[in-house]
């Protein structure tokens, strides 16, 4: 079976069981409207100071809530050892890490589509620079963010403490990338700057670790 | 030393020795297991037999030693061949039995819902039960497992306590279908703590201490078992092991 069909087969099992038991979706639903409100309520923004704040609020929401969703990916397969069947099977190990990656995209996409018109509601945002950039920004920054996550997960879910691990992982390497995001978001909302370079070194980061995650994950997958 | 159905060694182990820290669960295990032929491996709790069957199915890498399955060093090239039931379930809750073997045959490249459905009438379970595997009774999980762990015709085949929590019934039925599929030329290697619902269908009891392999015993063959039928009870019962 080839890499590409064998993706598609697990990300349609894991899809299937996400519906089933909406464990990550609701997860980080409940943590990013806690963060959103928690904090609209704490500043109390202006439409002018929302527009500076913004960037960094949404994605850090984005962020600490798809931790969540990152640590059920892996869980669902240490729950009766059933990644041990993956393993002893002929199929690529690429597959299994496409699959998990590309399913938490959806899982975090369809949260930050859920979560976005509350950001624009509870921060009275209104964006100053074209709004099909900030499309832009949230495919490649959430990519950033699962594509590393994902990886990280799968190293750390033979630690005892791997809830704990994954952010202390994976949050100081995502600083480029949360810089980036952050910088393009604020410069696309306030339209002070442009966020061409900001979107370019997301563009970078994804590529380099995307390609760094496929090289690897063999390896983490088959560690003792 | 053995009951042969066959001289062609299926996996062969070499001094297998597998640390975990300072302690070797493994010290120095040596066997040739011949092709063809169902294997009983007894031992007390922490004699390293779990170990060695991970090792076998590539799961663990021996510290030292050499293994060969199917006549291959590389455990990878020889993957679609060896088949693979654990100490858990390998299973998912959430997904109905022929969800979960849907999903595992796409693993070896199958696509054929007969294979599927084949699988699961041989274990005895109904291919059209909708219900969740997290709602299974332990003995269908096991079922399950056994036809996940078979469902693409593997040559060697590789069972960790797969009687554990079983009642009777559904052991020794769970125990004549490996006799049918070592009966079809399967080797196979079952760990048990449970030898007397083996004792019909084993060529061979393999004893395993502080992680090495220490004898054997051997169940010799007979006219009913080389028709297909198994074994009778009493035929084997001076090759019980200790």
């Known amino acids: ?221 088959n560690a003792e | 030393m053995v009951a042969q159905n066959s001289t062609e060694i299926a996996v062969l182990a070499s001094n297998l020795v597998k640390f975990f820290g300072r302690f070797a669960a493994l010290r120095g295990a040596s066997y ?46 020889v993957a679609q061949r060896v088949g693979y039931m654990g100490h858990a379930p390998l299973l998912y809750d959430e997904l109905s039995g022929m969800e979960n073997l849907r999903y595992f045959a796409g693993l070896y490249g199958i696509n054929d819902d007969a294979v599927c459905r084949n699988a699961m009438q041989m274990v005895g379970l109904d291919p059209e039960l909708q219900r969740r595997v997290g709602q299974y009774s332990q003995g269908m999980r096991q079922r399950l497992s056994l036809a996940r762990a078979v469902l693409h015709n593997p040559d060697v085949i590789l069972l960790d306590e797969p009687f554990s929590n079983v009642d009777v019934r559904s052991a020794s039925d769970m125990a004549a279908i490996l006799g049918r599929l070592r009966d079809a030329g399967k080797t196979i290697l079952v760990i048990t703590h449970q030898a007397a619902v083996m004792e019909n269908v084993a060529d061979a009891f393999v004893h395993m201490s502080a992680g090495k392999i220490v004898s054997t015993t051997s169940n010799n063959p007979t006219p009913a078992k080389e028709a297909g039928m198994g074994r009778p009870a009493a035929e084997s019962a001076t090759a019980r092991p200790r």
Not at chain 1, 44 to 57: F, K, T, V, Y
Not at chain 1, 180 to 205: H, N
Request: charged share 15%; net charge positive.
């Open chain 1, 1 to 221: 079976m080839s890499t590409l069909a064998m993706t598609r087969a697990t990300l349609m099992k894991d899809l299937r069981m996400e519906w089933r038991s909406k464990d990550a979706i609701n997860s980080m639903l409940f943590f990013a409207l806690l963060v959103v409100v928690i904090f609209s309520f704490a500043f109390n923004p202006s439409a002018e100071e929302s527009r500076h704040i913004a960037g960094g609020l949404i994605w850090v929401a984005f962020l600490f809530a798809a931790v969540v969703a990152l640590n059920q990916t892996w869980a669902r397969e240490l729950r009766n050892q059933v990644l041990d069947a993956y393993r002893v099977s002929p199929a690529p190990a690429n597959a299994l890490f496409l699959a998990k990656a590309i399913g938490n995209f959806l899982f975090v996409s369809v949260l930050e589509a859920l979560m976005g018109p509350l950001f624009i509601v509870f921060y009275n945002l209104r964006s100053v620079g074209p709004p099909w950039q900030l499309a832009v920004v949230t495919v490649l920054g959430t990519w950033a963010l699962v594509v590393n996550g994902t990886f990280f997960a799968a190293l750390s879910i033979r630690t005892r403490n791997r809830e704990i691990m994954l952010p202390l992982i994976l949050f100081p390497i995502s600083i480029p990338a949360l810089l980036a995001m952050v910088d393009s978001t604020t410069s696309i909302l306030t339209g002070d700057a442009s966020p061409d370079f900001w979107i370019k070194m997301l563009l970078v980061y994804d590529v380099v670790f995307t390609a760094v995650c496929l090289l690897l994950f063999e390896s983490v997958l």
């Open chain 2, 32 to 77: 040739p297991f011949l092709a063809g032929n169902l294997y009983v491996i007894l031992g007390d709790n922490g004699a390293g037999k779990s170990t060695l069957l991970r090792v076998i199915a590539g799961l663990m890498q021996p510290s030292q030693g050499n293994l060969e399955v199917l006549g291959s060093a590389s455990l990878r090239k």
